[in-house]
Structure formats: structure tokens, C-alpha cells
């Protein structure tokens, strides 16, 4: 009966782990993501051998991945400014955020021009973003949120959705 249950066991680990495999299977390039640390550098080619061209010190700032070296231990990534270079694949998460550009971008109660306002962000204000939908997105900054037009944003796409 030990062995059954031992079998059965080691039968229960394999499928749980299964999911967890179709993770591990990147996206392909280019994709937005973000920088996971407070410090992070830009280097000029993908290894540490390469100099260092930026260092950036804000986390959850939005980056597009351009692509990816040595099965995503580097990442090809353009900043906001248009800036690209190499950065260690543990500085990149796929925490979707984004950056406020040109004007003052109004956070509304709903994604459309009639929602009431609730907030405002400046340009160059970083927040995560989800439910993108239509033209709209969700853009959270540090627990104050609301819709924003997605042509005020740098890190998604035109016509993109999120859920």
C-alpha cells in the first residue's frame, strides 16, 4: 500500500509541474516588460565582459524587449528615450508598466472621455498597467489608479489588450 500511495505521489508532482514547464517557454521579441531593480545597467553587448552604457536606478520603469541572448539569461531592451543596449535577464520582469509622455494624462473612474477624473500624473510618472482594452488602460501608481488613453503611455501597444 506504501508503494501505491508512493507511485501515486511522485504521479500527483509530475502533473502539477506540467504548467509550470509551459511557463519557462519565453515570449518572442519584441514584447514590453519591465526593470526589476533599483539599480540595473545597460551594457553594450550580452555578457559583463561588455561596458556598462547606462545605469539605471528606477525600478518598474517599462522597457521593450528587443531580443533575447543565451536562453534569456540577456535581453536586447529599448528604453523610453529610444535607447537600447544589453541587460542581465534577471533585471527584467514581466510586470507590465508604463510611462506618462507629452502632456498631463488624466486617470478616469472609466475608460472613456466622459469618466469623471480622479487623478492626474505628470509626465514621466511610472505605473502598472492592465485591463487594456479599446484604446484605454488601467494605470495604477502605487495604490491611486484609473483609465488613461493608451496614446499618453510608453510601454503598450496601440490596439492592445490586457486582461
Known sequence: ???????????MGIALAVPSVAGLVQKKPPFFASIGA????????????YPSS?????????VKVLDIYGRGQWYKVEDPDGTQ???MGTLIRETR??????????LRDSPRDAGRVLWRAAPGVVGRIS??????CYFDVRG??????AVHLWGVEPGETLN
Open 1 to 11: 500500500m506504501r508503494f501505491r500511495a508512493r507511485i501515486l505521489l511522485a504521479v
Open 38 to 49: 533599483g539599480k540595473a545597467r545597460m551594457r553594450t553587448g550580452p555578457a559583463r565582459s
Open 54 to 62: 547606462w545605469l539605471y536606478q528606477r525600478a518598474d520603469l517599462p
Open 85 to 87: 543596449g544589453w541587460m
Open 97 to 106: 508598466t508604463a510611462l506618462v509622455m507629452g502632456t498631463v494624462a488624466e
Open 131 to 136: 485591463k487594456c482594452a479599446q484604446g484605454w
Open 144 to 149: 491611486r489608479g484609473g483609465f488613461v488613453e
